[in-house]
T-cell receptor
Framework: EAGVAQSPRYKIIEKRQSVAFWCNPISGHATLYWYQQILGQGPKLLIQFQNNGVVDDSQLPKDRFSAERLKGVDSTLKIQPAKLEDSAVYLC????????????????FGPGTRLTVL | AQSVTQLDSQVPVFEEAPVELRCNYSSSVSVYLFWYVQYPNQGLQLLLKYLSGSTLVKGINGFEAEFNKSQTSFHLRKPSVHISDTAEYFCAVSDESAGGTSYGKLTFGQGTILTVHP
């Protein structure tokens, strides 16, 4: 079974530029998550989708971050404009079905995209 | 709100020695508990999880963890470590109660870097 795919793996941009990340979840997984992991910290949830609807985006800085999940499969996360403090690893995860409880909610992570903002 | 505290930021140990990585959590509701491992430049890989039932949970690579509800702990153990276990380990919790404000959302600890020396 293929895992969660993310691209690009690395990205370097200057502040005020825009950037986009792509995620393809495990086939059949209805729930998709984007996390931000700053160096030395644990991942922090940015946004959670169930199919193509948003379940939780309470920690997404909506003035500069946006995310979409068209057709309930792939997802893109965009930052515009980027700030120095956005330098982090952006992790995508998926789970079988939000709300089913237990094993179905276990999250599987992609390799991440390391963003450096200069 | 939930929180997770990993009591040691770094744990150095010699090969074939036993190791324990400590995790305490705080939550007003019942939780699911997870340990993830992150190798350099990779995403998070699920080691083990506690959903219900036996409080001693066995995972991959010889790791196990014990859920202690009274002490709100979920410590990770391995009786004999290998060089290849060198990585960062994250403890995480999610709300067990469907409809709860944190349901499905993973809250991570700060991580523990395990370094195994020859």
């Amino acid at each position: 079974e293929a895992g969660v795919a993310q691209s690009p793996r690395y990205k370097i941009i200057e502040k005020r530029q825009s950037v986009a990340f792509w995620c393809n979840p495990i086939s059949g997984h209805a729930t998709l998550y984007w996390y931000q992991q700053i160096l030395g910290q644990g991942p922090k949830l940015l946004i959670q989708f169930q199919n193509n609807g948003v379940v939780d985006d309470s920690q997404l800085p909506k003035d500069r971050f946006s995310a979409e999940r068209l057709k309930g499969v792939d997802s893109t996360l965009k930052i515009q404009p980027a700030k120095l403090e956005d330098s982090a690893v952006y992790l995508c995860a998926s789970s079988l079905n939000y709300g089913s409880g237990g094993a179905a909610d276990t999250q599987y992570f992609g390799p991440g995209t390391r963003l450096t903002v200069l | 709100a939930q929180s997770v505290t990993q009591l040691d930021s770094q744990v150095p140990v010699f090969e074939e020695a036993p190791v324990e990585l400590r995790c305490n959590y705080s939550s007003s509701v019942s939780v699911y508990l997870f340990w993830y491992v992150q190798y350099p430049n990779q995403g998070l890989q699920l080691l083990l999880k506690y959903l219900s039932g036996s409080t001693l949970v066995k995972g991959i690579n010889g790791f196990e963890a014990e859920f202690n509800k009274s002490q709100t702990s979920f410590h990770l153990r391995k009786p004999s470590v290998h060089i290849s276990d060198t990585a960062e380990y994250f403890c995480a919790v999610s709300d067990e109660s469907a409809g709860g404000t944190s349901y499905g959302k993973l809250t991570f600890g700060q991580g523990t870097i395990l370094t195994v020396h020859p």
